[in-house]
């Protein structure tokens, strides 16, 4: 199971990480939202934490999904990983 998750390092400041098979990896730093502070501090699933139809109303939690689909992407061409449901489908 994939799983995303951000958590305050520093005073107005969430990190997001998400753990692959047991592996952490580091995504992004943004500034810290409430809204998205809720949504993703216990951790969430990937496919609940990058669907938009997910995000509620509230806009800094879909700005937020969409810089997670970028480094995610990232991520799966540094580390050679494949995550998303797209990169599984190609590399079949």
């Not at 998400?18 to 943004?30: G, R, T």
């Not at 216990?42 to 969409?66: E, F, P, S, W, Y």
């Not at 449901?85 to 590399?91: F, G, P």
């Amino acid at each position: 199971m994939t799983k995303i998750y951000c958590k305050e390092e520093k005073r107005g400041q969430h990190e997001f990480y998400i753990v692959v098979d047991k592996d952490e990896y580091y995504l992004f730093s943004q500034n810290y939202r409430a809204g998205v502070d809720s949504y993703y501090r216990g951790g969430v699933q990937l496919n609940k934490g990058i669907c938009h139809g997910m995000g509620k109303t509230d806009c800094a939690i879909h700005r937020t999904m969409d810089k997670l689909k970028k480094q995610i992407r990232y991520i799966e061409q540094e580390y050679d990983l494949a995550i998303l449901k797209q990169t599984k489908m190609r590399a079949a």
